[in-house]
């Protein structure tokens, strides 16, 4: 069974996930819910994982996708399929759980992040610095987790960095995902413009941040996307499928 990819924009993409997973012997199956917000499965039977990826759109704004997304990650949730979402994703994530998503200060470029208590002992996290350089690009926030979940990661503009509720539903709000080029594109984006300019950073800026930070940035982001591949979605659960 295929791990079902919802993807929300034209930029936000599995990026370096994609050879990642496929190198695992996962199959991707990828939705562009901002091109068609009902194209979504009726159920999970033929769903072994779901990754909800980034974009512009807000939780507050309602996009078209919300309320089915919403109640697809809370059916997989239940039935312990596992749950990865990032950036707009990990909002969505919180918000279908029941945590609570606000706006707050835009966040565009590369700035640490801690690995904090429960991240430190979390398998998913294994191999990743406790104090990292990633890439972020958002401009709201998780503001209240949802009931029962662990905070695993934080910042200084940031608090909620990464979550986990239960043992397979993961939240992480900085792009581990994306490469030198998806940095690239979103800086040609007009929404993620927006956010730089009120970030009050450039183009510029930020390509020189990324030549910088590339070691970090792609050693976080290997070893996620290697732990998720194997941890998260190990072989035996497609053999038994």
């Avoid at 759109?57 to 312990?80: D, G, K, Y």
């Avoid at 919180?94 to 706006?103: D, R």
Wanted: hydrophobic fraction near 45%; include cysteine; proline fraction near 9%.
């Amino acid at each position: 069974m295929p791990i079902l990819v919802l993807q929300h924009s034209p930029i936000d993409t599995p990026g370096r996930l994609t050879p990642i997973l496929r190198s695992h012997a996962h199959a991707l199956d990828i939705r562009r819910l901002d091109l068609n917000p009902a194209n979504l499965p009726a159920d999970l039977d033929e769903v072994s994982a779901i990754i909800s990826l980034g974009g512009p759109q807000s939780v507050h704004q309602n996009p078209p996708f919300l309320e089915a997304e919403c109640a697809l990650i809370r059916a997989a949730h239940a039935q312990q399929v596992p749950v990865i979402g990032i950036c707009l994703g990990h909002q969505i994530v919180a918000h279908a759980l029941g945590g609570e998503v606000a706006p707050g200060a835009a966040e565009f470029g590369f700035a640490p992040i801690s690995i904090i208590g429960p991240g430190q002992t979390d398998t998913v996290l294994a191999g990743v610095p406790w104090k990292a350089t990633v890439f972020h690009a958002h401009a709201d926030h998780v503001t209240k987790l949802p009931p029962d979940a662990t905070p695993l990661a934080s910042s200084a503009a940031c608090k909620v960095q990464a979550f986990r509720v239960g043992l397979r539903t993961y939240g992480f709000q900085f792009h581990f995902e994306s490469t030198p080029a998806d940095v690239e594109l979103h800086l040609k984006d007009p929404w993620c413009q927006s956010v730089m300019a009120a970030a009050n950073t450039s183009a510029q800026a930020i390509r020189e941040q990324a030549q910088q930070h590339l070691d970090m940035t792609e050693r976080v982001g290997k070893r996620l996307s290697e732990n998720i591949a194997g941890v998260m979605f190990p072989p035996r659960a497609r053999l038994r499928a």
